[in-house]
């Protein structure tokens, strides 16, 4: 009776050629679609179970204000208060800072609230007057309207014009020469927060000029924590070096959801490693001690390799991206895998033959993968996208190491490595 398992594995023996070119194509497609899959650090997907969650999530990742990071100058408590200086640093750190990066990391950055901010306002308020006056106000504009207060208007934007600051309110009031945008402006004090803050030098500063307010919008939505990742780190970077030329009497900082979010991610990957390295460490050791070899834990590693590799390249051609924290979940089902080799390492280390391992054991491991990928797959009908990737990214794993292990582990096994493991066991 003819086993397909065993007549690859006698076809391939005798063709070794073809069965490494074979190899090669296959690890190579692999390698080049898995390195170009994208990870998602979006922690909030592990918790997605309904629809309005779903909507709370679209407003959060696209409310703009919830992604601002604001940059905070201040002076030591020890040092004396010196706004001269705190908007020094501040001017240094916004040149710095709009030099080293462009639109592709910054969307917008406010620190010098510069003229034409003031100009773009002051048009924006005439061109929509009517929605910001009340009943009350139109009498104050038809004072301003009258004959007389528009030459007295005409007559004090002359003597302004020709003075030495004539140049920097010439484009406002040849915009607004009545100053009808002061009756909106006079309506929306009282946004300003009080009396706590105030402008010096263009800056947003506190009253005892001790603090500076800078603010930052990424071009990058909070889940994009690589590339919100590298603007941090510049931003780091360019504190570093103020830091050296101010000393201790003026610092920087920074506080927002993106810097939280790249926090997250980073704490994230260290864990995902240690659970990996503690897990791979503890895994080889028992191997190594049960077989007395060092060749066999790296052979029984390497399904699970192959595995986790064709499970990414496959959610790179289906999505094109997978969550981080599937993968770092993923990690649990390692043990698992690298059983299907042990079986057949342990049948052909007890046996000695090759055809007789595969024969035996091809079908409990082909039973056991598809019951453990069927098990994993039942994640794909949970809301979370986590889970999804976690149930894509394991079923996919478990079938393509048992693949690995039936058809191409067994050309790398050799009589030489049982015999030695049991004369070391002896």
Not at 6 to 19: A, D, E, G, M, P
Not at 213 to 240: H, Q, R
Request: with cysteine.
């Amino acid at each position: 009776m003819t086993h397909p398992v065993v007549n690859t594995y006698r076809y391939f023996r005798s063709h070794k050629i073809l069965f490494y070119t074979f190899l090669f194509l296959v690890l190579a497609i692999v390698l080049l679609l898995a390195l170009r899959i994208r990870f998602e650090e979006d922690i909030t997907g592990i918790i997605r179970k309904k629809n309005h969650q779903n909507d709370l999530e679209y407003v959060m990742n696209h409310y703009k204000f919830s992604d601002k990071l604001v940059i905070r100058i201040y002076s030591d408590e020890k040092s004396a208060a010196d706004p001269a200086l705190l908007t020094a640093f501040a001017t240094e750190f916004s040149n710095s800072l709009l030099h080293r990066f462009d639109s592709t990391y910054i969307h917008s950055f406010t620190g010098n609230i510069a003229d034409s901010s003031i100009i773009f306002y002051s048009r924006f308020f005439v061109k929509y007057l009517p929605f910001y006056l009340e009943e009350k106000d139109y009498k104050k504009l038809d004072t301003l309207t009258q004959p007389e207060a528009i030459r007295k208007a005409v007559d004090r934007d002359f003597t302004t014009l020709i003075s030495p600051a004539g140049f920097a309110v010439r484009d406002q009031m040849l915009n607004d020469p009545l100053g009808l945008s002061y009756i909106v402006l006079e309506k929306l004090k009282f946004i300003q927060g009080g009396d706590r803050y105030k402008t010096t030098d263009g800056f947003v500063m506190t009253r005892d000029d001790r603090n500076l307010l800078l603010f930052l919008s990424p071009a990058n939505s909070v889940n994009e924590t690589y590339k919100n990742g590298k603007l941090l780190k510049g931003i780091d970077d360019i504190f570093g070096q103020l830091h050296n030329k101010y000393g201790d009497k003026v610092r920087g900082q920074y506080f927002g959801a993106i810097a939280m979010s790249c926090a997250n991610a980073t704490q994230l990957k260290k864990d995902i490693v240690l659970t990996i390295i503690i897990a791979l460490s503890l895994i080889v050791l028992l191997i190594g001690w049960y077989f007395r070899s060092a060749r066999i834990p790296v052979l029984s590693f390497l399904p699970a390799l192959f595995g986790g590799g064709l499970a990414l390249a496959v959610l790179y051609l289906v999505k094109g991206h997978v969550s981080a924290i599937a993968l770092g979940l993923g990690s649990v089902i390692l043990g698992l895998i690298v059983d299907y080799a042990l079986y057949l390492i342990n049948h052909f280390w007890k046996h000695g033959d090759m055809e007789n391992s595969l024969r035996e054991m091809s079908t409990p491991v082909f039973l056991c993968a598809l019951t453990s990928a069927g098990a994993f797959l039942c994640l794909v009908f949970l809301r979370s996208s986590v889970l999804h990737d976690l149930g894509w990214f394991a079923g996919i794993s478990v079938l393509g190491a048992a693949f690995f292990t039936l058809f191409i582990l067994p050309h790398f096994l050799k009589r030489k490595d049982i015999s030695t493991s049991k004369e070391r066991k002896l």
